[in-house]
């Protein structure tokens, strides 16, 4: 079965000549530059259809990080002009051009001697590269790329706020670490919180769900981006893959027959002005934990919240026990012995007794707002949106929605 896992996710000669040729345009327009190739693609771990393909520009350390930002990006743009090119945005702005369908990644960096040195996360790249191809035979670079399509499959491969899940990087070290997918698979199957994965000693403390110390920068924890739930859920996938490996792990099939379970509630929050991923996610995850909080304050019984989207439009599904809520509400005061709140308390609510537990209480008419309006108040994003609302009726058709519903991902069960 890996094999056929293989033989779909492993690119071929043409496809690695259609890179190339497009790579070569692009390394054309930079000469002069010390420009490098790096990424999955330079590495030899990269999947069919989903290239990494990037280029390095590096810079003299000297020069500092604001030159990135202003003169050598400036000297980039005006290099490739004439070519399709976007600026995007990470530690700072790079540029994504496209090339006859490829899209390669110009990034300007520093030049420094070690990864101990790096001034920025892209300072460290040429060391990563040199570590991977050092310590990866061909066929564990395989390997790789089979633990990236299974970590894809279950919906926790990348570093990315969105995702906060294992990086190409870290998948990389993991196959260097235990030599093939199965034995990280039969590894991670016995992880339990924080797992601790040491290709070097570490040279600082770590506080994380999952510790790599980077080789190339011990002071770094390569895996700082994966979160419990990606841990927890890919310990669960690796269970149940050695305990029935199926293709379902690594290409899921559409959910079907999902239907409502209590009343749902999707916000379409449609972002209107250009947005960086990572700082969008940010704020919407924290809108959604805002979101959840609220909503149990003012009384809803919340089962579940999730976000989808990219940075274009974000779905934000609210599935509550039900939409309505009693029109009184139980109001909790302070307790017996503090009398100056006691008093206040008296003064200020009808209906009150001492309960049980010595505390003060009264009835009190609910005045909280709907829930689509403590949804609504709780989003709170940087970037011009504007907000629609509806309750859901029936099975929805966006597939990101079915699995909102479903909750059972479809390589489990």
């Known amino acids: ?80 002009k004439g070519l399709e090119v976007d600026m995007a945005y990470a530690e700072h702005p790079y540029l994504i051009t496209r090339v006859e369908r490829v899209e390669v990644d110009v990034v300007p960096g520093l030049k420094v001697e070690s990864g101990e040195e790096a001034l920025t996360a892209v300072d460290r790249t040429p060391f990563h590269t040199e570590y991977v191809l050092s310590h990866l035979s061909d066929e564990q670079k395989d390997e790789v790329r089979l633990l990236k399509r299974f970590l894809k499959g279950i919906g926790v491969y990348g570093a990315e706020i969105k995702v906060q899940g294992f990086s190409g990087y870290v998948s990389e070290l993991l196959v260097v670490k235990y030599g093939t997918f199965v034995r990280v698979l039969e590894e991670a199957r016995k992880w339990r919180n924080p797992v601790k994965v040491e290709l070097v000693k570490p040279k600082r403390e770590f506080d994380s ?31 149940f893959f050695l305990k029935n490996p199926s293709m379902r792990f690594f290409f899921p099939p559409e959910v079907k027959d999902a239907k409502p379970m209590g009343d749902v509630l999707i916000t379409k ?128 058709e966006e597939p990101c929605l079915r699995k909102f519903l479903k909750k059972t991902p479809t390589w489990l069960k």
């Open 209 to 239: 769900p999952v510790i790599i110390p980077d080789p190339v920068d011990p002071r770094r924890n390569a895996a700082a981006a994966v979160s419990l739930k990606s841990l927890a859920t890919f310990v669960i996938a690796s269970h």
């Open 269 to 396: 929050v449609y972002i209107e002005e250009k947005a960086v991923e990572d700082v969008l996610w940010g704020q919407v995850y924290r809108s959604i934990e805002r979101t959840r909080n609220e909503l149990k304050a003012k009384g809803y019984r919340v089962i579940d919240v999730k976000g989808y989207g990219d940075s274009s439009v974000v779905t934000i599904a609210v599935q509550l026990e039900s939409r309505y809520v009693g029109k009184y509400k139980l109001n909790q005061g302070p307790s017996f012995y503090l009398i100056s709140s006691v008093e206040d308390f008296v003064e200020k609510n009808e209906n009150v007794w001492v309960g049980e537990d010595g505390k003060l209480y009264s009835v009190k008419e609910r005045k909280d707002g709907s829930p689509e309006e403590i949804v609504k108040a709780s989003i709170t994003l940087k970037y011009k949106h504007r907000i629609e609302q509806y309750w859901l009726e029936g099975e929805p």
């Open 1 to 80: 079965m890996l094999r056929e896992v293989l033989s779909r996710v492993k690119p071929t000669e043409e496809d690695e000549h259609k890179i190339r040729r497009s790579l070569n345009v692009v390394l054309d327009r930079l000469k002069g530059l010390d420009a490098q190739i790096h990424g999955s693609f330079r590495k030899g771990t990269w999947l069919k259809g989903d290239a990494d393909v990037d280029v390095f520009v590096f810079f003299p350390k000297e020069v500092g990080k604001e030159y990135l930002r202003t003169e050598a990006l400036k000297l980039l743009l005006e290099r490739l």
